[in-house]
């Protein structure tokens, strides 16, 4: 009897602990860098190995249709985080997230999960502009090395071939992390590895395979491991939301030489495309950046990319294979570090009480259509791969495939863990405009979701002025994908019998109606014309003081040769601006 008696007060005194620790959930939220759906349990490609995000998938919820709202990196990653489309907010562009008005007077998660108590520890490239005032702590910002240097600058790695390699360090650049002694640039000059942000670099060593420097993702996944290791070892911890940003496989696309050994170029499958697909579709008609007074255009990002790339080799299959090869090898690497996450979580214990969020901030295609990049409307680019796993609510090896986007998560995390207040800061803030994913993490076959029935996706267009009526956009619904360019244009496919959205329906007479359908959800949708969001005032990035701008070019054309898109031996004002914002000096 008082045995039972002692046992009964210790269950009373520690009920109230084990309801709070079930109330308040941790979160660890992984964002990788342009990975599509390379990735298995995603269909995307056969020779993915990615067994960690398989596990991981084994254990909760997979989402086979998640779309990203605006598919390039800048826009995205301040739409994911702050919960507000881009045609609420303005940002459709590079300018930083938080000189935005309404996104300013809004809460990003980790700044609603500190409110509520959290303590919110970030590392990597989460948003795009770091603001290092929403975390409580952060650990490495953004770092897209390595690079090859030659002591004066960077270069595409020195085993990729012309033209691809002269579209630069960034771009234009994959292949293995190798000891480069002995290796030069065309200039003669001796080569070594740096890595880093844009303003500051370091030397990255590599010797050999094992002994060498971490790079960027593993040192993200170090930072992870350790800090998640020192809160299970505190005894009074808060509940914690962790934000962990690799960045592969963003280009370069350089990894470890032995990831790439588990892909041999003759074993690797080919993605399926159709020639001249292209044609059927209206996006030529609105690439391109405008260069000078006279309207002249350069060839959009992708398909130069496409171009110089199948140029560089004997053949469109030989330069496609060595290109996936490296992109399949990135995203095992990713892999391997998103492992030691989840095995820290399990040998800690706090993968009991703690969510895992694992997607991507838009994807990238591989040729299909003459496209190999990110920011087109189709389904290679808008498509990400995500995973979630809440312990005691989502079910095990579930697949959701309704149609869901990034802008759902952050609503999500409230629902799970709890939180309360408001997520606009002033009323010049916007309120949430997604909706929790609760329902699918329980039962994936839901029909109770209160979402829309399709994902909205705008389209990134360099400007300085937006008005969101007036954009690109796609409507991609359970077996529909509509979209709209800024000139009027449509296309439509019925994904449900074509998936790689080969056949455009529009201009047939029995899609009319379908297409009045569409036209009128993104009415609904989308501001009306003439509303436009508070932009940001716009500067230009202006040379360097006291010096003329015509020495200032040709200083610059000095150290980047690269920066001629016409190789005529002179840079122009416009080619100089086009290589700027190429290289991510400026937006």
């Not at 998938?57 to 779309?67: E, Y």
């Not at 999500?412 to 939180?419: A, P, W």
Request: net charge positive; glycine share 8%.
């Amino acid at each position: 009897m008082h045995r039972k008696l002692v046992f009964c007060i210790l269950a009373i005194s520690f009920q109230p602990f084990l309801l709070i620790a079930a109330e308040t959930p941790n979160v660890v939220f992984i964002i990788c860098d342009d990975l599509n759906d390379y990735v298995e349990g995603f269909s995307g490609h056969p020779n993915a190995k990615t067994p960690n995000i398989a596990r991981l998938a084994r254990s909760g919820v997979l989402f086979s249709q998640a779309h990203c709202n605006i598919p390039i990196c800048g826009p995205s990653r301040a739409s994911l985080f702050t919960g507000i489309y881009p045609h609420h907010s303005g940002c459709f562009g590079f300018t930083k997230w938080d000189n935005y008005e309404v996104l300013k007077n809004s809460r990003t998660i980790m700044d609603h999960f500190r409110e509520n108590g959290y303590q919110t520890l970030g590392t990597g490239k989460l948003m795009h502009h770091l603001v290092r005032r929403e975390w409580n702590q952060y650990g490495n910002p953004a770092d897209y090395g390595p690079f090859a240097f030659d002591g004066s600058e960077k270069i595409a790695h020195p085993d990729v071939p012309r033209p691809y390699r002269d579209i630069g360090p960034v771009d234009g650049s994959f292949g293995p992390l190798i000891n480069l002694e002995g290796r030069f640039s065309k200039e003669g000059k001796p080569l070594q590895w740096q890595t880093g942000g844009w303003n500051r670099q370091r030397q990255l060593k590599v010797k050999d395979q094992n002994n060498r420097d971490f790079t960027a993702d593993e040192l993200n996944g170090q930072w992870a491991v350790e800090n998640l290791q020192k809160i299970a070892s505190q005894s009074n911890a808060k509940p914690f939301f962790m934000g962990v940003g690799f960045i592969r496989p963003h280009t370069p696309l350089i990894v470890p030489q032995r990831f790439f050994d588990r892909f041999p170029l003759d074993s690797i499958q080919l993605p399926v495309i159709r020639p001249d697909d292209v044609n059927d579709t209206h996006a030529l008609a609105i690439r391109g950046i405008p260069e000078g007074v006279d309207g002249s255009r350069t060839a959009d990002m992708g398909t130069r990319l496409f171009q110089n790339l199948v140029s560089s080799y004997d053949s469109q299959a030989d330069a496609l294979r060595r290109f996936i090869q490296a992109y399949l090898a990135s995203v095992a690497s990713v892999d391997e570090e998103i492992g030691k996450i989840l095995a820290a979580l399990e040998k800690t214990g706090l993968a009991d009480n703690t969510i895992v969020v694992l997607t991507s901030d838009h994807g990238w295609g591989m040729g299909e259509k003459n496209y190999l990049y990110k920011n087109s409307l189709w389904q290679e680019s808008t498509r990400v791969p995500l995973i979630v796993r809440a312990p005691g609510i989502t079910t095990p090896a579930g697949v959701a495939s309704h149609p869901v986007s990034l802008i759902d998560l952050f609503p999500t995390l409230i629902d799970l863990c709890g939180l309360t207040g408001e997520t606009q800061k002033t009323p010049k803030g916007h309120p949430l405009d997604g909706h929790s994913l609760r329902p699918f993490l329980s039962n994936p076959k839901s029909k109770h979701w209160q979402g829309p029935e399709s994902v909205l996706t705008a389209l990134y267009k360099w400007r300085t002025r937006y008005e969101p009526a007036a954009e690109s956009y796609s409507l991609r619904s359970t077996h529909w994908r509509y979209i709209r360019y800024e000139n009027g244009k449509e296309e439509l496919y019925q994904t449900g019998q074509d998936p790689y959205e080969w056949t455009n329906l529009a201009p047939e007479p029995d899609q009319d109606f379908r297409l009045r359908e569409f036209r009128q959800q993104l009415r609904e949708r989308i501001p009306k014309p003439g509303v436009i969001p508070p932009q940001p005032v716009w500067k230009p990035k202006q040379p360097a003081p006291k010096k003329d701008a015509e020495v200032w070019k040709t200083e610059f054309f000095k150290k980047n040769p690269a920066a001629d898109a016409n190789r005529d031996g002179t840079l122009t004002w416009p080619e100089l601006k086009s290589y700027r914002i190429k290289i991510g000096e400026i937006k």
